[in-house]
């Protein structure tokens, strides 16, 4: 399957998936204009990726800031992964966070209470 990387951007996070090195990694800002559409794609390979998934998923997440309805997008990327984990593939996230952002961590945090698969919320002191 072929990779999708994208360079982020001051509105759109740096995505890199990439199924054949195993590396689906977000980070950056994420406030676009159009969640929906900014996420389209995403959902799109990882749909298409799902189908014949590797045996572990690991996924890092790094943003900066993510708004309501990127967190929207995400949401719906979760819902499709906890569909798949233990079925297809081990899902398994990583959350980094700024140590003093107490809304990404009350987002991870969140987000681990919809999912079965384990989400590891990281505080980074060096933020």
């Known amino acids: 399957m072929e990779a999708y990387k994208v360079a982020g951007d001051a509105f759109k996070p740096t995505v890199t998936l990439d199924q054949e090195n195993g590396v689906f990694a977000f980070s950056g800002r994420s406030i676009p ?7 389209e794609p995403i959902l799109n390979w990882w749909s298409e ?13 790094n943003f900066d800031y993510i708004n309501s309805s990127s967190m929207k997008q ?4 979760f819902g499709m992964l906890d569909e798949a984990n233990g079925k297809a593939t081990a899902v398994k996230v990583m959350w980094h966070y700024s140590s003093d952002d107490t809304d990404s961590k009350a987002q991870a945090s969140r987000l681990s209470k919809m999912v079965k698969f384990p989400i590891k919320i990281v505080a980074d002191t060096t933020k």
Request: proline share 4%; no cysteine; charged share 20%.
């Open 33 to 39: 204009e159009n969640a929906t559409s900014a996420f």
């Open 49 to 61: 990726y799902l189908q014949t998934p590797n045996k572990e998923t690991v996924i890092d997440l």
């Open 74 to 77: 995400l949401v719906k990327l």
